[in-house]
T-cell receptor, first 119, second 116 residues
Framework: AQKITQTQPGMFVQEKEAVTLDCTYD???????LFWYKQPSSGEMIFLIY??????QNATEGRYSLNFQKARKSANLVISASQLGDSAMYFC????????????????FGTGTQLKVEL | ETGVTQTPRHLVMGMTNKKSLKCEQH?????MYWYKQSAKKPLELMFV???????ENNSVPSRFSPECPNSSHLFLHLHTLQPEDSALYLC???????????????FGPGTRLTVL
């Protein structure tokens, strides 16, 4: 079974509108962290936002917020007031607590969602 | 943001060539990673170095050989590659804390590799 599922290969949104990018995850580990990255066409993966499994509140970073629904195992990214520069691939990733042993920080990525912001 | 740099940005090589990819991080991190990104596939973790020791090798073919001479530099040596090895190769670094889930990986811009 896939650990991270992003079911929207492509999304369109009008400038200044809000958009939600879906992410569901699968883990039996009670300790985990969820990350969202943005990848413009230039290739660099840019860290956007983090949510821990024990965090009581949804994470927010500027125009980015994470709609964390633990029981549903979903961690959707919400981008408010979309801008043309938000057009990019967006990846959801997870780090499981059991990955903390043995060194290194092992992230599992989804297949991504291509977001296109239109005028 | 130039925390993690990669050179070259683009590389075209024949199957018999030997080349190396270079990654340098300026963030003072103690862990570095190589990922492979192929079209329509999730990022694949290839190698992990923590405190300059390799701690992960995800069944990567021996034609890929990593080297981590110090905590700031990471190399990926390539030899006798196949056309299916054409991909974007991303380097990342992180600061490993005391078992912190939120240790974030920061990525470089990648090397776009084409194997003819």
């Amino acid at each position: 079974a896939q650990k991270i599922t992003q079911t929207q290969p492509g999304m369109f949104v009008q400038e200044k509108e809000a958009v939600t990018l879906d992410c569901t995850y699968d883990t039996s580990d009670p300790s985990y962290g969820l990350f969202w990255y943005k990848q413009p066409s230039s290739g660099e993966m840019i860290f956007l936002i983090y949510q821990g499994s024990y965090d009581q509140q949804n994470a927010t970073e500027g125009r980015y917020s994470l709609n964390f629904q633990k029981a549903r195992k979903s961690a959707n990214l919400v981008i408010s007031a979309s801008q043309l520069g938000d057009s990019a691939m967006y990846f959801c990733a997870m780090r499981e607590g059991r990955g903390l042993t043995g060194g290194g920080n092992k992230l599992t990525f989804g297949t991504g969602t291509q977001l296109k912001v239109e005028l | 943001e130039t925390g993690v740099t990669q050179t070259p940005r683009h590389l075209v090589m024949g199957m018999t060539n030997k080349k190396s990819l270079k990654c340098e991080q300026h963030l003072g991190h103690n862990a570095m990673y190589w990922y492979k990104q192929s079209a329509k596939k999730p990022l694949e973790l290839m190698f992990v170095y923590s405190l300059e020791e390799r701690v992960e090798n995800n069944s990567v073919p021996s034609r890929f050989s990593p080297e981590c001479p110090n905590s700031s530099h990471l190399f990926l040596h390539l030899h006798t590659l196949q056309p299916e090895d054409s991909a974007l190769y991303l380097c990342a670094s992180s600061q490993e804390g005391a078992g912190m889930l939120r240790d974030t990986q920061y990525f470089g811009p990648g090397t776009r590799l084409t194997v003819l």
